[in-house]
């Protein structure tokens, strides 16, 4: 990093202190905004976004497959040729059922808020490194972009998925950074991938004594469930040997632990099943007609996602069940290399400004960066704790909250600072 680099880097993360007050307030109001998905309708959060946006002179415009479902796209050039980076956050948010979290309200140094970890933390973090460096542009080499998407929590067909297909040239980036809950004391570089079905069985029904009368959907469908529960819940995946030294060495075995709780570094090597919704039936005495399961399998790299879904399909086919894929949640896996330059610009930056270090470890969700990691860009995740998202007391602390803030500051410099190969 060239002097001049680090003295714009003291100056900005300097300036995130004295805004620090302002951040928080943004932040409350983002929070406040009820983007949840579904329905997801983000409407009024891309109103906010565009807000900012105009307020700091930064370019950008609205495209959108469906108009409640916008998404945002900025870019501007640096002073210098250099390396494109792409900063990537989503509006959308999980349903509530405390209806306490739209308030915002500040507890005990946390902020409680549905988004708050997953991920308007992150996706404000990245718009307003947008927007700050964009003055300093000419001390810098490349490109910054931003998007920001719809549609991630219902698996991105009418958001960043969208803009791949219908912008892939402007999404086309050196390196992507991306704000989605992480911790920050951990590198998250790999993710599993999804493979999410219904199962279902039908009957002509009838009493519930005459069981020589019917096939009972609920049992068909739960025997079903139980076999592939059997068959693949917390199965060692086979992962390359290289991603498996690291997910098996006993820092990152620590921090995934530290991180997501006691045994999360094992659960990261292993396949993963979840029956989410079981429907059926409604009465105790009556033999139902129809039962339907739904469920989430989470697949690591170097498992053969394919085969599995063939030998599921044919479990259904043995047991006189229904198996139905939701495409538009099923995906491969994804990686990025855990010792990439950004990936060891975020990690100085973590010991820089939080005096830890940050070591390599799987997600057990997903996020966008998949679709930069397919395509072999690097792609790195920094945002605040993820233990409370989805929860009735989802929050983030505003000392993460401007941490991250800083950090996507930090790194952007770092890497458009710098005039090296892309990655």
């Known amino acids: 990093m060239s002097e001049n680099t680090a003295a714009l880097k003291a100056e900005l993360l300097q300036a995130i202190d004295a805004r620090r007050d302002e951040i928080i307030e943004l932040l409350r109001r983002f929070l406040r905004i009820k983007s949840v998905n579904p329905p997801g309708d983000t409407r009024e959060a891309a109103a906010f976004v565009r807000e900012l946006l105009d307020a700091a002179g930064v370019p950008h415009r609205t495209e959108a497959f469906v108009p409640e479902m916008p998404n945002i796209i900025g870019r501007w050039e640096a002073g210098k040729p250099g390396r494109h980076l792409m900063l990537n956050g989503h509006m959308d948010i999980f349903p509530v059922t405390n209806e306490k979290l739209w308030e915002a309200e500040i507890v005990d140094g946390k902020i409680m808020g549905r988004g708050a970890s997953d991920m308007k933390t992150g996706t404000l973090a990245s718009i307003l490194a947008y927007c700050q460096l964009f003055p300093h542009r000419e001390k810098l080499n490349g490109a910054l972009s931003l998007t920001v998407v719809s549609d991630e929590q219902s698996g991105g067909r009418y958001g960043t998925k969208y803009l791949f297909d219908e912008f892939g040239d402007e999404m086309e980036a050196d390196c992507c950074l991306n704000g989605e809950p992480s911790g920050l004391a951990n590198l998250r570089f790999t993710e599993k991938g999804t493979l999410r079905f219904s199962l279902s069985a039908k009957s002509i029904g009838g009493h519930g004594g005459y069981a020589h009368r019917a096939r009972n959907p609920i049992a068909d469908v739960s025997r079903l469930v139980t076999m592939i529960y059997d068959r693949y819940h917390l199965k060692l995946a086979e992962l390359p040997p290289e991603i498996d030294a690291v997910l098996t060495s006993p820092e990152t ?91 060891n610009i975020l990690r100085g930056n973590i010991r820089e ?61 770092d890497y458009l600072g710098s005039t090296g190969q892309a990655g």
Request: aromatic content about 4%; charged content about 20%; hydrophobic content about 40%.
């Open 353 to 413: 400004l939080l005096g830890h270090d940050a070591p390599p470890v799987s997600s057990l969700g997903g996020t966008d960066t998949r679709y930069w990691r397919w395509r072999g860009v690097p792609a790195l995740i920094c945002g605040p704790s993820p233990i409370s998202m989805g929860t009735d007391e989802e929050h983030v602390t505003i000392e993460e909250a401007i941490a991250v803030m800083k950090l996507h500051v930090a790194c952007a410099i």
């Open 253 to 343: 075995i620590a921090a995934a632990d530290l991180n997501l709780g006691k045994g999360a570094g094992d659960v990261a090597r292993r396949i993963t099943v979840n029956v989410g919704i079981l429907q059926g039936g409604q009465k105790a005495t009556q033999i139902p007609t129809h039962c339907i399961a739904h469920l989430d399998m989470r697949i690591l790299i170097g498992s053969d996602r394919d085969a599995i879904r063939a030998d599921l399909e044919a479990l259904a086919r043995e047991a006189g069940c229904e198996m139905v894929v939701n495409e538009d949640h099923s995906y491969p896996a994804s990686l990025t290399d855990p010792f990439s330059e950004m990936a």
